[in-house]
């Protein structure tokens, strides 16, 4: 199986949290377990200890420390996961105490990234947030990086590289960052060519596992793989979207989010992701079949605030409704949009919310416009709405996608 190609068997981890108040420790708990099953691994068990904060040496105290020892024991554990960020030095200790390979959230979605990316800037992204995330602990003589070699928390561009000093590795994140601007000026550029020729761009955000990439697939058969794992989607896709007036957006498919992102994935995944929030129209598709599919929203509403997207439409979108017994009770924004993706229901709805979003209203028109009136469509082809024109005996038959101030000028000609 690909996801272990390191080991022979699937590897067992045991999950730790510590419950302070701060934010729904159960819930996050428990998406630790599906980040464990992502990450191709087996959740074999987790604990959960109510503390103030965490303890500075071992996170957790110490009688759970033993406790844990013990379990990994028994229970022929080969990791531990911690659902907080670690410190290099409690890594150290827990690893001395327990033996076993240790790591946190962070590593654990740092993992699931490197083993999803295809794209050159994806894996370039995963592997500058994984240095700048291990650079600091690395300790003088590189030991916690001895001990990389396989297994969940140690993939990814780095392995090799790892093996090496903290000079070579500040280097290599230099270069990182100037091969990742190139690659970002190059997708301003085109963005800015994208906005001059009127492209106009709708983007699918969310939450992850939310069935964006199933949305994309329903709307425009891209293709995109779709599965019941978190982070399935790296790499943003985008596909030519027909809406019921004639008139094509760009659809863009983009990287799922979830609560706590760490910091790291956030600036490394900061010019996709702000491409995602400079399109005109963004869907912001969560899991309405979740007890938390608000959360999920404002989680993702509140990113795109934090990377200036606040101008724009941001349509709401319940999917999964097939999996609910009263879609009825879903809240009635306005403008939000019940789907079921994967029956494609609910679909042509979207497509016209869409449609009333558009930044300009565009319509589209068949004309046949009489020779003497021939002045009309060298206006239409200057305002760019031209799409063909055909020489008929009794006129000039043409094709034009017309914005809502042209209107009353080509309504007079409109056939069918
Ligand atoms: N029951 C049901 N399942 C759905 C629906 N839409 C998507 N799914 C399932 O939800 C899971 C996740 O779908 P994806 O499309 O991969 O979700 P995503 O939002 O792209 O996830 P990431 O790329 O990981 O952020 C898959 O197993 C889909 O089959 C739906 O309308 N109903
Ligand atoms: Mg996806």
Redesign the pocket.
Known sequence: MELHENTQRIQRALLVGIDTGEYDAEASMQELTELVKSAGAEPVACLMQKREKPDGATCVGSGRLEEITEICRQQEIDFLVFDTELTPTQIRNIEEASDVRTIDRTMLILDIFALRARSNEGKLQVELAQLKYLLPRLSGKGKEMSRLGGGVGTRGPGETKLETDKRHIRRRIETLKESLSELSQRRERHRRRRKKEGVITCAIV?Y????????MNALTKAGVL????????LDPTSRALKLPSGVSVMLI?T??LIRRLPHHLVEAFKSTLEEAADADILLN?CDASSDEYRLHLEITNSLLRELGCVDRPIVSVF?????IENPEDLPRESGSVK?????GRGLDELLQVIEDHLPVRLRRFRLMVPFDQAGLLSVLRQAGALQSEEYRAEGILAEAIVEEALWHKVEPFAVD
């Open positions: 969310g992850t596992n939310a069935g964006k990439s199933t949305l779709s599965e019941d794992k978190l982070f399935a989607t498919d990287v799922g598709v999917n999964k409704c097939d999996l789907i079921c993706a994967k029956q």
